[in-house]
């Protein structure tokens, strides 16, 4: 830094504390008016959901539901099948996790443990399915599941999106940490490698295994696309495709649509408000 | 150890997700590619017609302004960056609340993207909450079509994708905040360096490889959005806010023409892969 700045020195104690005060005023200003901007859409969504009389849009946007009650979401019920479409999310979403981690973690035991012809090319394959344009995949895969016989099926939904690159890695880590000498001193006592991964590997791996859980749960609760694609009849949608069609046959009535959204988001935003550090710590090692 | 057992052994560990990555990620890489010189439509065999897809892509007025319109989606990523940037350097500290407003902007992120869809054309509607806060603030005096005008629908699905993926950056440029030493910026106090210069000469030049990484993904992401405008929009109105993929899903998935369908996305994915090539040739921060 080549440039002279003024010394702090000679400002004095009580004006460093007023610019501390006005730096920290203006530092939660820009922190509420970006939370408004993201949180508003959400808030106005659950208010009118909540009102029950009074016009839909109103100017100034309303901040506070009008006659609250359940009336809307009552209605929900009443239109379209929402228990039918929250079993279908909670089938999908329990058999992604469980396929999930046991896939994952499989994959990941070899990786991380043993040594074998051919390591470094598997472990090569894994890391370009990363680089891979995934998000065409759906065309083809639209194509397989079909030939297979699982469209309109929960498998056809759940299958291609078991493997995945982040997993297997997360797990990988997770099995590199355990001490050598646990894994050496069970082979020394006849473990089989099935053994050390069952009794030693997994239980040692748990946080990993949590988090892979919490974030295996919620993309699976709210993908929407691919779900959409390989389900054909109605009574096989989750709620995020269900509540598309509530926006899409009652459009006119705004706050049943509202009410739909909430019941939609609700679920998975209690899991987050309840696991929201394995989201906020950035995935430490995942992403490097 | 019996090495042939032991790589049978990993082999049969690896099994499951090489089977599914085979099927469902490198499968739809090469019969994609084959299938963009082909007739196809799910029911009879593919015929090979050479070039003609790309032909008739090339001619289609349509898939031309998809194309430009997928280039003008990477607007969207100077955007997110700066703001995703700002929003992880403001929330990088231990204020009191600091935890809410973390929450807050990552409440999008964990919202399936159907809501996000069904939300903001509440938000978005000529008597709609954002028309209603711009005419209270007598910014304008009538309202503006913001998904109904086609020269600016675009934007606002734009709009959309920035406002659902800050909290996803933040995330990731927090993480990389918080591995950046705080004695450097203790010593960049003593010496007098002021937050702005303490932010440029320090935080950016450190976090150069976490900048690199997001700007990449967010690049890829946004000249492959096609979701929100699925939802939002359907391509609509007059055609104005097809992207590239979205052409590719309504030919493939809604016409079952594959041949065209995988043509676009055959287009789209060296169009990506050349994107991420430049990333890496001129971004990546020089070694000494």
């Not at chain 2, 090489?18 to 090469?30: D, I, K, R």
């Not at chain 2, 992120?109 to 903001?120: D, L, M, Q, R, Y």
């Not at chain 2, 007098?192 to 992401?221: D, E, H, Y």
Request: with cysteine.
């Amino acid at each position: 830094m080549e440039k002279t700045l003024p010394m702090p020195r000679a400002a004095t104690a009580k004006k460093i504390n007023m610019n501390k005060l006005a730096n920290r005023t203006l530092h939660y200003l820009v922190l509420t008016l970006l939370a408004v901007i993201t949180v508003y859409p959400f808030w106005w969504t659950l208010v009118t959901a909540l009102s029950t009389s009074g016009d839909v849009f109103t100017y100034p946007p309303r901040m506070w539901p009008e006659n609250p009650g359940l009336d809307n979401f009552v209605e929900v019920f009443q239109t379209i099948d929402v228990i039918a479409f929250y079993k279908n999310s909670i089938i999908i979403s329990v058999l992604t996790v469980a396929g999930t981690l046991v896939v994952c973690s499989m994959a990941a035991y070899p990786l991380a443990r043993m040594q074998f012809p051919g390591r470094n090319i598997v472990f090569g394959a894994i890391l370009a399915t990363m680089i891979l344009p995934s998000e065409v995949n759906f065309l083809v895969n639209f194509i397989t599941v079909s030939k297979l016989g699982m469209g309109d099926t929960y498998t056809g939904v759940v299958l291609p999106g078991l493997a995945g690159a982040v997993g297997i890695f997360l797990m990988k880590q997770a099995f590199e940490a355990v001490p050598n000498d646990l894994v050496d001193a069970a082979r020394v006592d006849g473990a089989t490698e099935w053994q050390i991964f069952w009794h030693i590997m997994l239980p040692l791996a748990r946080p990993a295994l949590a988090a892979l859980t919490i974030l295996t749960l919620v993309a699976a609760w709210n993908q929407y696309i691919w779900p959409s694609i390989v389900m054909a009849s109605p009574d096989k949608f989750p709620l995020s495709v269900g509540v598309l069609y509530l926006s899409g046959a009652f459009s006119f009535k705004i706050r049943v649509v509202a009410a739909g959204a909430v019941l939609t988001v609700l679920p998975i935003l209690m899991v987050f408000l309840f696991t929201q550090r394995y989201f906020l710590r950035g995935f430490d090692g995942a992403v490097k | 150890m019996t090495s042939r057992k032991n790589t049978l052994q990993a082999w049969l560990f690896l099994g499951p997700a090489l089977l599914l990555l085979m099927a469902f990620s490198f499968w739809p890489v090469g019969f994609g590619s084959y299938l963009a010189f082909t007739q196809y439509n799910l029911i009879d065999a593919p015929v090979w017609v050479g070039l003609d897809n790309f032909r008739e892509l090339f001619a289609d007025e349509l898939f031309i302004s998809a194309l430009k319109n997928s280039a003008l989606y990477l607007l969207v990523v100077p955007a997110i960056q700066v703001l995703a940037l700002l929003l992880a350097v403001l929330v990088n500290n231990q204020l009191p609340g600091i935890k809410f407003y973390r929450a807050a902007y990552y409440l999008p992120v964990v919202t399936t993207v159907s809501v996000i869809g069904v939300i903001w054309n509440f938000m978005y509607t000529d008597d709609g909450a954002l028309n209603a806060v711009l005419r209270w603030l007598h910014v304008i005096n009538e309202p503006i079509g913001w998904l109904s005008d086609d020269r600016i629908a675009l934007f606002s699905v734009m709009f959309v994708t920035i406002w659902r993926g800050l909290g996803w950056y933040m995330v990731l440029y927090l993480a990389g905040l918080q591995s950046v030493p705080q004695d450097v910026y203790e010593a960049a106090v003593l010496d007098g360096a002021n937050a702005w210069q303490r932010f440029w000469k320090i935080t950016v030049p450190l976090l150069m490889p976490t900048i690199l990484l997001c700007s990449v993904m967010s690049m890829l992401a946004a000249v492959k959005c096609f979701e929100e405008v699925q939802i939002m929009t359907k391509g609509g109105p007059m055609q104005s806010t097809y992207t590239a993929l979205f052409y590719a899903y309504e030919f493939g998935i809604k016409s079952l023409n594959f041949g065209r369908a995988l043509a676009a996305s055959l287009v789209m994915s060296v169009f990506c892969v050349a994107l991420a090539w430049l990333n890496f040739r001129y971004l990546q921060p020089r070694k000494k």
